[in-house]
Nanobody
Framework: QVQLVESGGGLVQAGGSLRLSCVLSGRTFVEYRMGWFRQAPEKEREFVAAISWSGDTTVYADSVKGRFTISRHNSENTVYLQMNSLKPEDTAVYYC?????????????????WGQGTQVAVSS
């Protein structure tokens, strides 16, 4: 059974940075495309970024392009989300997700496995 555990959330001032980590256990990491999503209070969960199994392809939501970077370290079963120039509107619970590595869907919610989430709060 696949388990995803996120870490790295916290409180930061606007303009600051955080790096989120997510470790996958239970299956072979390179079998999965990985994604980050977020959900702010009273809003729907939304796509943030995704990365292919090899790390060669990345996709970002327009709202985070140029500020966030997704990466993965396959030997450590870990995917990262480096968040720079944070804004108050980035405040949300951030979720890591995994889906089988082939397919056309990158930004939809149809990921197979989800973590429990980590809270990110950005103060103005």
């Amino acid at each position: 059974q696949v388990q995803l555990v996120e870490s790295g959330g916290g409180l930061v001032q606007a303009g600051g940075s955080l790096r989120l980590s997510c470790v996958l256990s239970g299956r072979t990491f390179v079998e999965y495309r990985m994604g980050w999503f977020r959900q702010a209070p009273e809003k729907e969960r939304e796509f943030v970024a995704a990365i292919s199994w090899s790390g060669d392809t990345t996709v970002y939501a327009d709202s985070v392009k140029g500020r966030f970077t997704i990466s993965r370290h396959n030997s450590e079963n870990t995917v990262y989300l480096q968040m720079n120039s944070l804004k108050p509107e980035d405040t949300a619970v951030y979720y890591c997700a995994a889906k089988p590595r082939f397919g056309n869907n990158w930004s939809g919610l149809e990921y197979t496995y989800w973590g429990q989430g980590t809270q990110v709060a950005v103060s103005s």
